[in-house]
């Protein structure tokens, strides 16, 4: 009796290491499926609100070919490079443009290598190229200002956002619903597993945000169920002033839309703070 309960630990011990085995194989070789998960099919266009608007196609330095939208407003206050999270592609963000639209800004939205019409496949770096391209193209090519753009990212966008504001000073950064870090949301994820030896994507936003020289808007719901409040909060934290937090109301993918008027006149107040317009 003494031999077969031994024998059960045992046997039941080697499964639970095996299974722990396979998924951190899992998680380790299938990582980029996890953070990016881009969709090639177009849903939507800026004319579904009436939206007047551009398709350009830019090339990066790496001979990536990507899509993106110019929306112009008429009586403009700034330009806003929207960087858009790890799932669709600039079609499912027709709200959000419309948004920024009422807000009287002009949008600039991109899809990285692999989403929608871009070329390629997503990648950290790659997704950094296609941001300074954006970025780019907005002063090369529309000859705007850096003092008149608003770089904004939402979720992997904003890690994306912090990166190209850190290396490019521009009027402000706003970064809604983001990470400090895919490691530090992997342990979040799957806290049994040795995340920090599987981890070959790191989006490293905690050690980035120091650096950044523009006043920067925080976006984050208690109620987020993908990133926690907490890495919003640590964001601020490590932020430089001037910086303001704003709480939203709502989920992961559909805050922005269920706070309303707190969300719009969050932004709005913002951009009057910060560019007196």
């Known amino acids: 009796m003494k031999f077969s309960y031994r024998h059960l630990i045992k046997s039941t011990l080697s499964i639970v290491a095996l299974t722990w085995f396979i998924f951190s194989l899992i998680i380790y070789f299938n990582q980029k499926n996890l953070i990016y998960v881009p969709s090639k099919e177009y849903i939507s266009t800026p004319e579904f609100y ?13 001979g990536e070919r990507i899509n993106s939208w110019w929306i112009p407003h008429e009586s403009s206050r700034a330009t806003l490079l929207f960087l858009h999270g790890n799932g669709g592609n600039i079609s499912t963000r027709i709200d959000s443009i419309n948004i920024f639209h009422q807000l009287r800004l002009s949008v600039f939205i991109v899809d990285y ?3 929608g019409n871009s070329s390629g496949y997503p990648s950290e770096e790659g997704t950094y190229i296609d941001a300074e ?19 904004f990212g939402r979720s992997l966008g904003g890690a994306i956002a912090i990166w190209l504001a850190q290396k490019y000073k521009t009027c402000a950064l706003i970064v809604e619903s983001s990470f400090t870090s895919i490691i530090d949301m992997g342990n979040y994820n799957y806290p049994y597993l040795p995340i920090n030896l ?3 994507i790191y989006y490293p936003s ?21 990133v926690p ?32 008027d707190k969300y719009i006149n969050g932004i709005d107040n913002f951009i009057k703070y910060t560019l007196k317009k």
């Open 133 to 151: 391209t954006a970025l780019n193209f907005l002063k090369n090519k529309k000859h705007i200002d850096e003092n008149e753009i608003i770089i």
């Open 50 to 62: 009436n939206l007047d608007y551009e398709s350009h196609l830019l090339l990066t330095n790496d």
């Open 229 to 260: 409040y907490k890495f919003g909060e640590k964001l601020f934290k490590f932020a430089n002033s001037p910086k303001i937090f704003l709480e939203i109301d709502g989920l992961h993918n559909d805050g922005f839309l269920t706070s309303g």
């Open 113 to 115: 290598r692999g989403y």
């Open 198 to 200: 599987l981890t070959k």
């Open 206 to 226: 905690i050690k980035r945000i120091p650096d950044v020289k523009s006043p920067i808007l925080f976006i984050h719901s208690k109620n987020d169920d993908i």
